[in-house]
């Protein structure tokens, strides 16, 4: 390799890290800010990137699954955990990530009834979650119940939102 093909690729690829460097301390050092204005401020970044998350799902079957979470406390969730298992476990376990401002779950793990993640590509299914965050941020309708929390109000689900795709976005890597 020739000392110019070397110094470019050097920089392109120090230019890449440097941006990916950015776009993760944005996303961590809004783990106690649980703003969605914010949230969509940073996911818009996201556009373009060659994104790859750890674990068993690609980008696009987790933006899905984002998107799907947040469209489903506006239409409703297809299967529920029990009123006991919301009521207790659901609710204590909210309460416990809502004074953390964090959240952690089994980050495979699909929404009970939910139709398949693996559709389309990783733009698609981002403009799919930032659409999904933007129709939230103004929706005025009658919430949903969460399939494990139960009743949230519109605050606690805009809490829970944020939380679930910076959980996901742990897993994070920048290709």
């Known amino acids: 390799m020739n000392r110019r093909r070397f110094l470019f690729t050097g920089l392109g690829t120090g230019l890449a890290i440097s941006a990916g460097s950015v776009l993760w301390y944005n996303l961590l050092e809004q783990k106690n800010d649980l703003s969605i204005v914010k949230l969509i401020n940073s996911l818009q970044v996201l556009s373009g990137q060659n994104l790859v998350f750890t674990g068993e799902w690609n980008a696009t ?12 406390s506006m239409l409703g969730y297809p299967q529920h955990k029990s ?15 809502q004074k953390q401002s964090s959240m952690s779950h089994n980050l495979h793990e699909v929404i ?17 979650l930032l659409q999904a965050l933007q129709d939230f941020t103004v929706f005025d309708g009658e919430l949903q ?28 890597q920048l290709a």
Not at 83 to 97: E, P
Not at 149 to 168: F, I, K, P
């Open 112 to 128: 009970p009834g939910a139709p398949d993640i693996n559709i389309g590509d990783q733009s698609t299914a981002l403009t799919r």
């Open 145 to 172: 119940a969460h399939f494990a929390y139960g009743e949230l109000s519109h605050q606690d689900y805009a809490d829970a939102h944020v939380m679930h795709v910076l959980n996901h976005f742990e897993a994070l």
């Open 61 to 72: 079957q987790v933006f899905n699954h984002l998107a799907q979470s947040i469209e489903f």
């Open 83 to 97: 009123d006991l298992f919301k009521s207790v476990i659901g609710k204590t376990a909210f309460k416990v990530f």
